[in-house]
Each structure stands twice: as structure tokens, then as C-alpha cells.
């Protein structure tokens, strides 16, 4: 056995990417296991950590969620109601805990993002930080002073109500609760519904671009107003666009009507961190989950 190393899991819905790192952080070790069922996929993931033989000051868990982040629920570390087979009900924590007997920091990839974006990454030196994600979903996580906002559990930053564009006619949206949230009208698979094909595939000049770019921007309008974040980190396979971010920022501007403090193209930034983001964002969580005891499940 050598010094305390913090093992990494990025929990997806196809793959976990496991990861262990050294006590100063130092990503060591990766692996990767196909996510499956609960058992078959976390039993596989606990096998290739024991096969590190190394002894563990924490595990920091990024995982798909929804998730019951609620420490005073029976179910907290479960994943709540997914449409993904065999996943409703799995409990992500206890079997590391019971394996390692060390403390277990559990969160959504997002949540997780957004503590490594602020930590080692774009909002590195900010005390605030909002994290959204603009790809298959839209998801996002907020932190200040170190620490993720948590209400009964994870915010869903996605599910925002915006207003309609005016020359938004006759598409219902793609969220299968809500139809028109902001994931509804502009992830990734709502510009494909509505367009056929991504802001990329369809050009810089096609108007999908300046109407996803006004959606997005009255988004951040809203999390401005509500949260005053020193830092907007805007990740994930749309914001990957062309001119987007730019768009973006513009829309955000305008739809705060003045209400806008300092300057978008420094608060509003592309991700920092690069390979590896969603190891960082699990270690984030290890290391939160010691510097937090009541944060920790032993
Ligand atoms: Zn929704």
C-alpha cells in the first residue's frame, strides 16, 4: 500500500471512466468500463480500483442523474426516476463506501464541472461560477465560494421557462415534461427535431443560429438576475459551434436591458478544462467530500 490516492469515477449513461489519482492531484491510472447494469458495471469499477492496491482518501463520483442528493432521505446517493433501463433505484455510493471505507463525494457530471471549471479551470480566481452545459441536454450547476448550490436536491438549470422568439412558430419542443423549456427549444436533439441537422451542419448564416443564440441568451439573462455568477462557463457539444458563443453573449447583453455587469467576453467563457474534465470534475468531488465531513459517507 502507498500514500491515500483519491480514486475518479465519471459515471455516463454508455460508460464510466474511472480514473486514480495521487494525493497532489496527478491523474495516474484511467480505465474504462461499459455501463450496463448497476451491478455488473459498478461491481467492474470497484474490481479495477481494488486492482490498484493503493489505499484511498476519498472517491469523487461525476454520475448521470437524476440523482437524491438529499442527506436526510433513506435513498440519498440513489438515482432517482431515469428512463435508462435497470438504473431507477441504483445506489452509487454504498458499494465504494463499503469497499473503501472512505468518504464517498457524490454529484451530477454538471454539478461536478462546474466545482473543477472553478477550481482549476476558467473561473479559477472567481468566487462564483455558473456552469452550463448546451449538448444532448442542458444542464448546469452553480458554485460559490467553493461550494455547489443544492436545494432538495441538484438544481435542473435545463428546465428553465423562457419566452418564445417571435418568429418561433410550430415546433412543440423537445422536452418530454415540459415540450418548450430552454432544453426543449435548444439542446442538441431540438435543433435536429426542428431543423434536421446541427447549428454546424445547417451553417453560420442559417437563422437557427441567431434563434439558439437568442434562447440561450435569455437564459443567462435569468441566471444573471437570480444568481449574479463572476463567471458563465459554457460547455458541451452546441456551444462547440462556430460564432455561438459570440451570438451568445450579444443575446445575454440585450435580454438584461442594462442589467448586465462588466464585460460579457470576459464573464462569458468557453470551458478551461480540456482532456480529462470529467476526472477533475470527480476529484473536485473527492476532495470536497473530505474538506466537508458532513459532506462525507463513511
Ligand atoms: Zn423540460
Not at 442527506?71 to 433505484?89: C, L, V
Not at 456552469?131 to 452553480?142: D, E
Request: hydrophobic share 45%; proline share 5%; glycine share 14%.
Amino acid at each position: 500500500m502507498s500514500a491515500a490516492h483519491y480514486a475518479l469515477v465519471e459515471a455516463g449513461g454508455t460508460k464510466f471512466v474511472l480514473g486514480l489519482a495521487d494525493a497532489g492531484g496527478t491523474i495516474l491510472a484511467r480505465h474504462r468500463v461499459e455501463t450496463t447494469t448497476p451491478e455488473a458495471t459498478l461491481g467492474a469499477s470497484i474490481a479495477w480500483l481494488r486492482e490498484q492496491r493503493v489505499a484511498l482518501a476519498a472517491v469523487g463520483i461525476a454520475a448521470f442523474g437524476p440523482l437524491d442528493l438529499d442527506r436526510a432521505s433513506t435513498t440519498y446517493g440513489h438515482i432517482r426516476t431515469t428512463p435508462k433501463p435497470h438504473w431507477t433505484g441504483a445506489d452509487f455510493v454504498t458499494p465504494f463506501a463499503e469497499a473503501f471505507a472512505c468518504p464517498v463525494g457524490l454529484d451530477t457530471d454538471v454539478n461536478a464541472a462546474a466545482l473543477a471549471e472553478q477550481r482549476w479551470g476558467a473561473g479559477k480566481g472567481h468566487g462564483s461560477l455558473l456552469y452550463l452545459t448546451v449538448g444532448t441536454g442542458i444542464g448546469g450547476g452553480f458554485v460559490s465560494d467553493g461550494r455547489l448550490l443544492h436545494g432538495l436536491t441538484h438544481p435542473e438549470m435545463g428546465h428553465m421557462r423562457v419566452p418564445r422568439h417571435g418568429d418561433d412558430h410550430g415546433f412543440a419542443g423537445a422536452c418530454p415534461f415540459h415540450g418548450a423549456c430552454i432544453e426543449g427549444l435548444a439542446c442538441g436533439p431540438a435543433i435536429k427535431a426542428r431543423w434536421g441537422a446541427s447549428l454546424t451542419e445547417l451553417g453560420a448564416d442559417h437563422p437557427a443560429n441567431a434563434m439558439i443564440a437568442w434562447y440561450l441568451g435569455r437564459a443567462l439573462a435569468n441566471f444573471q438576475a437570480v444568481l449574479e455568477p463572476a463567471c458563465i462557463v459554457l460547455g458541451g457539444g452546441v456551444m462547440a459551434t462556430a460564432g455561438l458563443l459570440e451570438r451568445v453573449r450579444a443575446e445575454a447583453v440585450a435580454a438584461s436591458a442594462g442589467y448586465f455587469l462588466g464585460d460579457p467576453a470576459k464573464i462569458i467563457v468557453p470551458p478551461g478544462l480540456g482532456t480529462d474534465s470529467g476526472l477533475r470534475g470527480a476529484l473536485a468531488l473527492a476532495l470536497s467530500s473530505i474538506a466537508e465531513p458532513a459532506a462525507a459517507v463513511a
